[in-house]
């Protein structure tokens, strides 16, 4: 049982599912209620740390593509322009709510090298300690790897996985387009059933995972297992469930039981 009076930072990861339509324009209705939640749960008292995917989604409608571009430098072009457009839309929304955030976009190579992670460690540290929510996103237009669906942080999953891991964030909630990790496929399969709490990655965990993820996103549930290994492996508690429902972030800050949650077992 997660137990929330442990738990100050929390590191949020939105995907494409949930800020996009179908047609890969903005969901302003989801990215309002995400903002008003972080930024009532900043004044709470929590640290909130948000990773938000969407880029390439959001650029390629605001180019008027028919399609996700397949060409890897258009890929790169959209996700320029798709990322410009959120932070637009982040920054306009928080400031609202009287919230500054500021963008950190990753690279790989930003994480392996020790002077520049330190440096990343230190710019979160900083960030927070002075209320401001940083939100982070792979650097597509220059990294590579995500794009052509080779190795890199996996759709931001591992990415979220990796940033709580820096920041020292005490829970990373990953906002999925179901209510967590299943025994088997619920698209297929009415009677599949909602495991609430996973304490130890195994065989048996990564066959129910899967693969596949939805239209506008590349992870399926396979890429947060990889994400929870990172967590559990650092001792911080990951939670997936279903970022389309209401009231969420305020039902796990409030101890309810929803979706997965990944916890090492002690």
């Known amino acids: 049982m997660l137990n929330m009076n442990e738990v100050r930072r929390i590191v949020v990861k939105v995907g494409s599912s949930t800020l996009t339509y179908d047609n890969g324009k903005p969901n302003i209705r989801r990215i309002e209620r995400l903002v008003r ?3 009532d749960l900043q004044n709470r008292g929590f640290e909130m740390v948000l990773v938000s995917s969407g880029a390439v989604a959001v ?5 008027g593509l028919a ?3 397949k060409e890897l430098s258009v890929k ?12 637009h839309i982040y920054d306009k929304m928080f400031l609202e709510y009287g919230i500054n955030v500021a963008q950190i976009l990753l690279t790989r190579e930003n994480i392996v090298d020790d002077d520049q992670r330190a440096n990343i460690h230190n710019t979160f540290t900083a960030l927070t300690k002075i209320g401001v929510v940083p939100i982070i996103n792979e650097n597509d237009t220059v990294a590579t790897a995500e794009l052509k669906h080779i190795e890199n942080f996996g759709d931001n999953d591992t990415l979220s996985a990796v940033v709580a891991r820096m920041c020292d964030a005490d829970l990373l909630v990953i906002f999925s387009d179901i209510d967590g990790l299943y025994d088997s496929n619920p698209r297929t399969n009415p009677q599949a059933k909602l495991i609430n709490h996973v304490g130890r990655i195994d065989a048996k ?9 939805s239209a506008h996103g590349t992870g399926g549930m396979a890429t947060k297992i990889t994400a929870a290994e990172l967590c559990m492996d ?8 279903n970022g389309d429902k209401q009231g969420l972030l305020y039902d796990i800050v409030d101890g309810k039981e929803v979706g ?3 916890q090492r077992e002690r």
């Not at 790169?76 to 932070?87: D, N």
């Open 37 to 39: 939640t972080i930024s």
């Open 59 to 63: 650029g390629t409608a605001k180019l």
């Open 67 to 69: 399609e996700r571009p």
């Open 76 to 87: 790169q072009a959209a996700a320029a322009v798709g990322q410009c457009e959120l932070m």
């Open 205 to 213: 965990i990564r066959r129910m995972a899967g693969g596949a993820g």
């Open 234 to 241: 650092a001792g911080i508690p990951m939670m997936v469930a």
């Open 260 to 262: 997965t949650l990944f």
